[in-house]
């Protein structure tokens, strides 16, 4: 299973993929949203999720566990 990380160290491994035009080997990871909004925004930044990428759950107190293949 993956380990969670932060929102800002999550948004810093996209931006270093969108520099590089191919990553060797794509990794499952984790990272726990405050709301589905902040949780879409952030698979919507530079390179987008594409279908079978990235699946969400919430959480009871709101939150969301948002897995994704970067």
Do not use: C
């Not at 932060?6 to 191919?22: F, G, N, P, S």
């Not at 589905?36 to 699946?55: I, K």
């Amino acid at each position: 299973m993956a380990t969670p990380i932060t929102h800002d160290t999550a948004v810093a491994q996209k931006e270093e993929v969108a520099i590089r035009l191919t990553a060797a080997v794509k990794t499952w990871h984790v990272l726990v949203e405050a709301n589905p909004t902040d949780a879409v925004n952030f698979l919507n930044l530079p390179p987008a999720q594409v279908a079978g990428e990235a699946f969400a759950s919430n959480r009871a107190d709101g939150r969301v566990d948002l897995y994704y293949f970067l």
